[in-house]
């Protein structure tokens, strides 16, 4: 059933496993559309409302961050920018954060553009140092603008909505974003430009070298990031009502976004499928049962544990139990596939 | 022998990667169609700053790169492959997680547009490398040294080009794998590709050479046919030495 979790391209075996996989999706996707349609459990609604979010975002940073391996710890600066887009737009002009979320994803790329010249000529460390202090100093011009009205923050009023429709409304706003992007990504894993990213992200020396434009690809692959990370910003301030630069920008955003495509398999379009919804599940429940700190050191293992014996995260995982299990022949060939 | 009619000529570059430490101090080299041309020299003298300046990744301070009478100096790193050079980098370039296949798919990049003939161009590699058939779906990176050199050639050759760069094509190879490498270089030379080599194995470099140039500190020292350097292996080395 999980079959889906396991192709990549191959014979007749992986396309069986491929139609398995789509009807698995597709039955999941359909539990979730009902369920948000009949649930009535506010709490579960606002928990999977926070799910398809960060789905969104780990897809969307799984883009540069997984197929073009930059390790980009900036997600909170371009959330943020496009979350105090559509809130500063509401507050001076009174537009909805419903209407204005694409100009906060124009906004956040349009920053990503900014950012990404100089930054993506940095690799590894220096590229994921770098954005991590580029959303430090975005969070201290917003705390000190007056158009963002500074550490006092903006308030958004509320829809009149009862409250479980409200979380019914964000439930399905952040799944179909969720849905969209998640088929983005799948889209452009099997696209050239996606085989342009993988290229980079092996060794961008070699890229160059077999005539991929480098550059060119890591811009528009920042570009694409950061417009959807900013589409979801935007939403999002609509839905908390109450923006400051501490929550915008916080660093929690960036490390959970890079944690859940770690765990769950950076590079591939189902890791973030996985990672998110058991990421914050768990979460969830450990906060109950232990403090928000314990909860981080429990999280930290298990990223320690993850970076030693599953380094390619829970989808490099399962690709190995394929290959042990579920061997299939090479259709031109007809030998059976030597494990890697 | 006298070049006639090179197919790639470096007339007085001058390149470096900053401007103030030039590498290249004004290089002349002609490469004739269908020969290999060897670049010699000791270590820090810029064969490698040579091949790059060719394939685009160093600018030229001064000088002309030429291919066919084309000057190729505003043109970048793709669009110079687009002109048929492939070029072959010193040490480990294959893409380690990614299989053989897609290696050399991806070596394909300039054919994308045109799936039919890029897969034609793929399984032509697998012909003429039948070695690297059954290894089609093993990642490049388990594989032994003088396998990946092979993805990378296959890589390099899947767009066909005809003036072909090679960058130290036998450092961290065993001698066997090192000599089947030199003798695939011949059969390159012999199908028609012009080949720039640079290469530190000096004696290996000039047994398949045509012709041979020796580089000093970024400027030209000596040159000519195989035949004037064969004999006198010891003294080049000695003089590179300074003993």
């Given amino acids: 059933m999980l079959s889906i979790f396991f192709v990549r391209k191959g014979g007749a075996e992986d396309r069986t496993l491929r139609l398995f996989g789509l009807v698995f999706c597709v039955l999941g996707l359909g539990a979730l559309i009902l369920y948000g349609a009949i649930g009535t459990k506010q709490g579960i609604l606002s928990l999977l409302g926070t799910v398809f979010l960060y789905v969104t975002l780990t897809q969307a940073w799984n883009i540069l961050g997984g197929y073009g391996g930059y390790l980009n710890f900036g997600t909170a600066t371009f959330f943020g920018v496009g979350a105090y887009t559509t809130a500063v737009l509401f507050h001076h002009y009174g537009l909805s954060p419903f209407l204005t979320a694409p100009i906060a994803g124009v906004m956040a790329a349009l920053l990503g553009v900014i950012v990404g010249v100089p930054t993506l000529r940095l690799r590894g460390a220096y590229f994921a140092i770098v954005t991590m202090i580029i959303t430090f100093a975005?969070?201290?011009?917003?705390?000190?603008?007056?158009?963002?009205?500074?550490?006092?923050?903006?308030?958004?009023?509320?829809?009149?909505?009862?409250?479980?429709?409200?979380?019914?409304?964000?439930?399905?706003?952040?799944?179909?974003?969720?849905?969209?992007?998640?088929?983005?990504?799948?889209?452009?894993?099997?696209?050239?430009?996606?085989?342009?990213?993988?290229?980079?992200?092996?060794?961008?020396?070699?890229?160059?070298?077999?005539?991929?434009?480098?550059?060119?690809?890591?811009?528009?692959?920042?570009?694409?990031?950061?417009?959807?990370?900013?589409?979801?910003?935007?939403?999002?301030?609509?839905?908390?009502?109450?923006?400051?630069?501490?929550?915008?920008?916080?660093?929690?955003?960036?490390?959970?976004?890079?944690?859940?495509?770690?765990?769950?398999?950076?590079?591939?379009?189902?890791?973030?499928?996985?990672?998110?919804?058991?990421?914050?599940?768990?979460?969830?429940?450990?906060?109950?049962?232990?403090?928000?700190?314990?909860?981080?050191?429990?999280?930290?293992?298990?990223?320690?544990?993850?970076?030693?014996?599953?380094p390619h995260g829970a989808m490099g995982f399962m690709t190995s139990l394929r290959q042990k299990y579920f061997k299939w022949r090479n259709p031109k060939t007809g030998d059976e596939v030597a494990s890697a | 022998m006298t070049i006639s009619a090179p197919q790639l000529q470096i007339k007085g570059a001058v390149a470096g990667y900053t401007p103030a430490q030039q590498i290249l101090k004004g290089v002349d080299i002609a490469a004739a169609?269908?020969?290999?041309?060897?670049?010699?020299?000791?270590?820090?003298?810029?064969?490698?700053?040579?091949?790059?300046?060719?394939?685009?990744?160093?600018k030229a301070s001064e000088g002309d790169v030429l291919l066919n009478g084309k000057n190729l100096n505003a043109l970048p790193v793709h669009e110079r492959l687009g002109e048929g050079i492939g070029l072959l980098p010193q040490g480990?370039?294959?893409?380690?997680?990614?299989?053989?296949?897609?290696?050399?798919?991806?070596?394909?990049?300039?054919?994308?547009?045109?799936?039919?003939?890029?897969?034609?161009?793929?399984?032509?590699?697998?012909?003429?490398?039948?070695?690297?058939?059954?290894?089609?779906?093993?990642?490049?990176?388990?594989?032994?040294?003088?396998?990946?050199?092979?993805?990378?050639?296959?890589?390099?050759?899947?767009?066909?080009?005809?003036?072909?760069?090679?960058?130290?094509?036998?450092?961290?190879?065993?001698?066997?794998?090192?000599?089947?490498?030199y003798k695939e270089l011949v059969e390159l030379r012999d199908e028609g590709r012009t080949i720039l080599l640079v290469d530190q194995d000096v004696r290996a470099a000039i047994k398949i050479s045509d012709y041979v140039y020796v580089l000093t500190s970024g400027k030209n020292d000596i040159q000519g046919d195989r035949t004037a350097f064969e004999g006198d292996l010891g003294s080049i080395v000695r003089g590179w030495l300074g003993v």
Wanted: charged share 15%.
């Fill in chain 1, 138 to 310: 975005v969070q201290i011009v917003v705390l000190n603008a007056s158009i963002t009205q500074g550490p006092m923050g903006i308030f958004l009023p509320p829809l009149k909505l009862s409250p479980l429709a409200l979380e019914r409304l964000f439930f399905f706003m952040f799944l179909g974003l969720a849905v969209v992007v998640t088929l983005l990504v799948y889209a452009i894993e099997n696209s050239n430009f996606g085989w342009a990213l993988v290229a980079v992200r092996e060794d961008e020396d070699a890229a160059e070298v077999i005539g991929v434009k480098t550059t060119r690809i890591k811009y528009i692959a920042n570009a694409v990031a950061t417009f959807i990370i900013g589409i979801a910003g935007g939403i999002f301030a609509q839905r908390i009502m109450y923006l400051d630069p501490t929550t915008a920008f916080s660093f929690d955003i960036s490390l959970n976004v890079v944690l859940m495509a770690v765990i769950g398999g950076a590079g591939t379009w189902q890791g973030p499928l996985i990672a998110a919804p058991l990421i914050l599940v768990v979460a969830d429940m450990l906060r109950v049962t232990f403090t928000s700190e314990v909860n981080r050191v429990i999280f930290s293992i298990v990223v320690i544990v993850i970076a030693l014996y599953l």
């Fill in chain 2, 33 to 58: 169609p269908g020969k290999i041309t060897v670049v010699l020299g000791p270590n820090g003298t810029g064969k490698s700053t040579l091949l790059k300046l060719v394939a685009g990744f160093v």
């Fill in chain 2, 92 to 181: 480990r370039s294959a893409f380690p997680d990614l299989t053989v296949e897609e290696n050399i798919e991806l070596g394909g990049w300039s054919l994308r547009s045109d799936r039919k003939r890029l897969r034609e161009a793929v399984e032509a590699m697998f012909v003429r490398y039948p070695h690297l058939e059954k290894l089609r779906d093993r990642r490049a990176g388990t594989l032994s040294g003088g396998q990946q050199r092979a993805v990378e050639i296959a890589r390099m050759l899947v767009s066909n080009p005809s003036v072909l760069l090679i960058d130290e094509p036998s450092v961290g190879l065993s001698p066997i794998v090192a000599t089947q490498v």
